[in-house]
């Protein structure tokens, strides 16, 4: 995956609050979901950035594009290693939003998105995933491979912090891939897939430990 | 500001001797006596409800020195401000004066690094810090003032509350003030400022004076993240504070005093460690790290319980500021306290205060009779709205949100992230009575909805960044530990340590308290 443009690198560097800079931020955040090609979009994930032109509409707020604002949640919410992170990303990005903005959808479905992830339901989450129509941005990134297969590790890591083990048909209704256990068996999380079991590979989560502190921690 | 050519005898020589402190001398031990107690005495003296005079009046007594009193002006404004009740224009002079000074120390700064150069400036980090702290306050009420108005002055557009009346006139002239003023306090420019000492104070060979306005710019501009709601901004903006950026002793100083670290800077002006604390606090809580939130706030909370119990902070002026500040940090370890129930997440000292202070409210939020909102909208910092409203559709178009939108949006967040704790809660109580029990039973136990979803859930909401000396980690905030396998849940619970010592010292320190209340006693016989 390419690295962070060297005129956003000097961006971020130099006069970073300059409204000028909004339609650099603009173009950057696009390209961060257009395709190169089926395994990859033009740029990496760069939260950083985002959240630079989500503060530059939040002091300019007459130059405010409701349509990035969206795709600035939906990448936070699919590019996070696990659910907890995705949703925690898109709360703090939301703490720099106003009410206003998000009440025309596609937000409010987005946030009931993020809700489902953070209560790891994921089933409900797919399907309203997949039910946003109203930005197109939002609908190329939930049809992208690379979108969804990101969303996919995120949730396959989130289940190995719980699961030792578990059914095989729960874990692909969870990643919402049909018959296809592929991804599962291919992903360096899974020990490997037993029957209709899928055995995690041992972590600090989802194994006995060896004492637990009073003050919280393993 | 009046004019004053009759200047007290005292007046002219601690104006000559505080010129004196800051260009030539700059000895730190005189400049603190100049800075603290003079000015105080002096203030209480003859300006206890009137301004200092203009600096034109005190010219003569610094050789007309165009840094210095700018310097100075800042600092007879910051009086004028605290005795006064600033109009539009007093505020927006308020912007000219810092804009005048910053912009005068920036352009010494490239006047080159010769230490001996008279055209460099020493101020002590208290200063420094009270500059930068009073700059981001008058931003602060700037922001406030100004949605106030445009929100006032929206009442009475069509479909306000009092469309068809007349505003009065002080509506419209504020209006017109702000409008003719719409680049004053602009937040991209309060930014930059910080930006500018920041980059210019951590640059190689920067003199002392220069660090220390980096430092504190940094502080300064951590709290500005957070009153802004960027708390991802605020805490990464406290990251020049190191042990490894070391600033040599001034060069006015005693032969004794050593050079000191940023951290060691900050935590020497204790109104900067402490605005600095809350408000790093305040940004790991929005951001789901409590166990780095209790850790920032309960150690400083524990030294000041230790201050106020002692008395020593008694004779600290601006005491005031500082409880209340004690009083927030109270209210948030309540709420990340009883959010995470785990033993030594604070020290002991601070756990009493905060059962002593919160101890009713956290029962009925138990109950499950309230929720944590009212104890964190004491708590929570006054946020503000940094952009400028579009004042010439006050009185024909109006505002569809409330002057407190700015504040709401974070209040909502937080319970928004609060949302599923009881449930969580109620989730933990049953874990704790099992060692191994099948997922089906427990279910049947909690009865909850998608049961199997809130298992997920609560291992990975207490999933949090902490702070440590390996850099940030992922640890957890539950004191139990559990996991999944083959339908059984098996769940670790924290052993339970037997903590005797903490009986013993608590009760050593209530016989010292109550002998010391003893030996204050006089008695005749």
Avoid at chain 1, 6 to 27: C, F, M, Q, W
Wanted: a negative charge.
């Amino acid at each position: 995956m390419p690295s962070r443009p060297s005129d956003i690198a000097s961006l971020l560097k130099g006069d970073r609050y300059n409204p000028d800079n909004i339609s650099k931020l603009e173009s950057y955040l696009v390209s961060q979901v257009q395709q190169a090609d089926a395994s990859a979009p033009v740029s990496a994930y760069d939260v950083d950035a985002n959240r630079t032109l989500i503060k530059l509409y939040q002091f300019f707020p007459l130059q405010t594009k409701v349509d990035y604002v969206v795709l600035v949640e939906a990448l936070a919410l699919v590019y996070g290693d696990d659910a907890n992170e995705g949703s925690r990303d898109f709360g703090a990005l939301g703490c720099l939003i106003k009410e206003s903005v998000k009440k025309e959808e596609p937000f409010p479905t987005l946030l009931r998105c993020t809700d489902l992830l953070d209560s790891c339901q994921f089933v409900d989450f797919w399907a309203s995933f997949h039910s946003i129509e109203e930005n197109s941005f939002v609908v190329a990134l939930s049809k992208s491979q690379h979108g969804q297969n990101a969303l996919r590790r995120s949730i396959l890591n989130t289940l190995s912090l719980t699961f030792k083990s578990t059914k095989l048909s729960f874990v692909l209704e969870q990643l919402d891939l049909g018959k296809d256990d592929t991804m599962i068996r291919n992903s360096a999380i899974v020990e490997k897939i037993d029957g209709d079991s899928v055995i995690f590979c041992d972590n600090i989560e989802n194994v006995k430990s060896n004492k637990v502190n009073q003050d919280g921690g393993i | 500001m009046t004019v004053d050519d009759n200047l007290p005898g005292p007046l002219k020589d601690f104006i000559f001797d505080l010129h004196d402190s800051v260009r030539t001398s700059q000895i730190p031990s005189e400049q603190l006596v100049l800075y603290t107690a003079s000015f105080r005495n002096l203030t209480s003296k003859y300006f206890e409800k009137r301004p200092w005079p203009s600096p034109e009046a005190v010219s003569q007594e610094c050789g007309g020195d165009r840094v210095f009193l700018a310097i100075y002006r800042e600092l007879a404004q910051r009086h004028y401000h605290n005795i006064s009740r600033p109009s539009a224009r007093d505020r927006v002079q308020g912007w000219k004066v810092y804009v005048e000074l910053f912009e005068l120390l920036l352009a010494e700064a490239q006047g080159g690094d010769n230490p001996d150069d008279d055209s460099h400036f020493f101020l002590l980090p208290e200063w420094s810090f009270d500059i930068l702290h009073e700059f981001l306050y008058q931003f602060q009420g700037f922001c406030q003032f100004r949605t106030g108005v445009f929100y006032n002055a929206s009442k009475y557009a069509p479909g306000g509350t009092s469309a068809g009346k007349t505003p009065p006139a002080h509506i419209g002239e504020n209006l017109e003030i702000l409008k003719q003023n719409i680049d004053a306090w602009a937040v991209e420019k309060v930014m930059e400022y910080l930006d500018r000492f920041i980059k210019i104070g951590n640059s190689p060979n920067a003199p002392s004076a220069y660090q220390y306005l980096a430092i504190f710019a940094s502080v300064t501009l951590s709290r500005l993240e957070c009153l802004l709601g960027d708390y991802t901004s605020s805490l990464s903006a406290l990251s020049p504070i190191r042990a490894d950026f070391i600033i040599a002793p001034p060069r006015g100083s005693d032969p004794d005093v050593t050079e000191m670290s940023a951290e060691e800077v900050v935590d020497s002006v204790f109104a900067a460690k402490i605005s600095m604390t809350y408000h790093a606090g305040v940004s790991y809580l929005m951001l789901r790290r409590y166990k780095d939130a209790s850790k920032v706030l309960g150690d400083i909370c524990a030294t000041m319980g230790r201050g106020f119990k002692s008395g020593s902070y008694k004779k600290i002026t601006g005491i005031e500021q500082f409880t209340k500040l004690y009083d927030r940090m109270i209210a948030l370890l309540a709420i990340i306290t009883h959010a995470c129930p785990s033993y030594g997440l604070v020290d002991e000292s601070v756990a009493n205060t905060v059962r002593e202070k919160h101890g009713n409210q956290l029962s009925k939020i138990e109950a499950g009779e309230e929720g944590y909102e009212d104890l964190f909208i004491f708590a929570c910092p006054k946020f503000i709205n940094p952009s400028v409203p579009p004042y010439e559709d006050a009185l024909t178009v109006g505002s569809s949100v409330g002057h407190d939108a700015a504040y709401k949006l974070q209040v909502n967040h937080f319970m928004n992230e609060m949302s599923n704790q009881q449930t969580m809660m109620k989730l933990r109580s049953y874990m704790k009575l099992y060692t191994s029990i099948s997922m089906e039973k427990l279910g049947r136990l909690v009865m909850e909805e998608d049961f199997e979803s809130l298992l997920l859930s609560y291992k990975l909401k207490s999933r949090q960044i902490e702070n440590t000396d390996e850099g940030e980690v992922y640890g957890t905030v539950m004191d139990i530990h559990y996991f999944i396998k083959d339908g059984i849940i098996h769940v670790d619970e924290a052993e339970k340590q037997n903590r005797f010592e903490n009986y013993f010292l608590s009760q050593i320190s209530q016989s010292a308290d109550i002998m010391r209340d003893v030996e204050a006693l006089s008695v005749e016989v």
